[in-house]
């Protein structure tokens, strides 16, 4: 795209140094991932086998399709296909590991380097690859990058809180994580009273993201008060 002089100094000093570390960050924490991920849970089978079940793929292709339709409608010129599509992805892949994350880090059962990890996909997901993607795309750091911050952040958690849901025969809903054979537990076969309680939940999860994304676009089209 043509970017006249005028846009070229939309990117200070300070924010040109930011996109820097956290570009070089980014790298040095795939790399340290690639090379540690016999231990790592997001490299597992079980993790795979998780992200792989048919009712969660169905749910992000409903999930992503709504995101990536609305895109346009919210008068946001940050938000387009592109960045929809690859930070509904990133938060399909990474939330759900994320949370566990966190989760067995208050129990002990995380390592250190997990932790960092799963902290710099969160950070990567949810707000740099947003950052630099308008950058590149506009040569302007976008000004709404603190408020998708917060908004993606939430958007995050509840995403990976709501692909981790499971169903164990005995102990019920849960998320799957707080089973003590995760990642090599994905749940067991659901029964029609635990698919219920499941739908039940998951609807309590998404309602947030539902209701933010139906705002928006009502709001745009001037049919709030």
Same mark, same amino acid.
């Given at each position: *795209? $043509?970017?006249?002089? $005028?846009? %070229? ?6 924010? %040109? ?9 980014? !790298? ?23 992200? +792989?079940?048919?009712?969660? +793929? !169905? ?23 592109? $960045?929809?599509?690859? *930070? ?9 590991? &994320? ?18 990890? /799963?902290?710099?996909? =969160?950070?990567?997901?949810?707000? =740099?690859?947003? $950052? ?24 995050? &958690?509840?995403?990976? +809180? ?15 994580? *707080?089973?003590?054979? =995760?990642? /090599?537990?994905?749940?067991?076969? =659901? ?7 499941? %739908? &039940?939940?998951?609807?309590? &999860? ?6 933010? *994304?139906?705002? !928006? ?9």
């Amino acid at each position: *795209m $043509d970017v006249d002089e $005028d846009q %070229l100094v939309l990117v200070s000093t300070g924010q %040109l140094a930011y996109l820097v570390v956290v570009s070089v960050v980014s !790298v040095v924490a795939l790399v340290a991932g690639v090379q540690s991920r016999a231990g790592l849970a997001i490299a597992t089978r079980g993790y795979r086998r998780q992200l +792989l079940a048919r009712p969660r +793929l !169905v749910a992000l292709g409903v999930a992503l399709a709504a995101f990536v339709l609305l895109a346009p409608l919210t008068g946001d010129p940050t938000w387009d296909a592109v $960045d929809a599509t690859f *930070m509904s992805l990133g938060c399909y892949v990474t939330a759900p590991w &994320v949370c566990a994350t966190v989760y067995r880090a208050t129990r002990g059962r995380a390592t250190v380097l997990e932790v960092v990890l /799963a902290l710099v996909a =969160w950070l990567f997901v949810a707000s =740099w690859s947003y $950052d630099l993607y308008l950058v590149a795309r506009d040569a302007a750091f976008p000004p709404t990058s603190r408020e998708n911050f917060f908004a993606s952040t939430i958007l995050y &958690v509840l995403g990976g +809180l709501f692909f981790s849901l499971g169903h164990h025969r005995d102990r019920g809903l849960l998320f799957v994580f *707080m089973d003590e054979r =995760w990642p /090599a537990w994905t749940g067991d076969r =659901w029964t029609t009273r635990g698919a219920a309680t499941g %739908l &039940v939940i998951a609807s309590l &999860v998404a309602t947030p993201v539902i209701v933010f *994304m139906v705002w !928006v676009v009502m709001d745009q089209l001037g049919l709030l008060p």
